[in-house]
């Protein structure tokens, strides 16, 4: 199939991502020497998600978290969506002088 998109913008969608940590994941199962029932038992995750994943790409949040405390790759989360840079230090004194929002409690 054609497209109009340069090539290098099909690594960044949701599909090619989803393949891309499935197969990361997968390797770091067969690395471990994990068989696929022994990481759905360490890790509380059904064998039939751990296949669905491996296959065809498809979990949810909760349960690829869960594969990855069972495989100690929880680090790499850390990484995501990290907080932008300040650009100077008067963005740093607003940013430390700025009121959290919080949730309003009503007393009684």
């Known amino acids: 199939m054609l497209s ?4 290098f913008l099909d690594e960044y969608n949701p599909k090619a991502i989803a393949e891309m940590l499935a197969g990361k994941l997968r390797r770091r199962r067969l690395a471990a020497n994990l068989s ?3 990481l759905s038992d360490r890790s509380g995750v059904s ?3 751990l296949k669905r994943f491996e296959s065809m790409h ?3 949040l ?3 978290l869960m ?3 069972a495989i100690q790759a929880t680090g790499e989360f850390n990484a995501l969506f990290p907080d932008p840079p300040f650009l100077n230090l ?5 940013e430390q002088n700025t009121k959290k929002r919080q949730r ?3 007393k009684i």
Request: no cysteine; glycine share 8%; aromatic share 0%.
């Open 90 to 94: 008067d963005d740093l004194i607003r």
């Open 104 to 106: 309003g409690r009503s």
């Open 62 to 64: 909760k349960h690829l």
């Open 4 to 7: 109009d998109k340069p090539d």
């Open 58 to 60: 498809e979990i949810s």
């Open 36 to 38: 696929q029932q022994v």
């Open 67 to 69: 594969l990855a405390i």
């Open 47 to 49: 064998l039939g998600t």
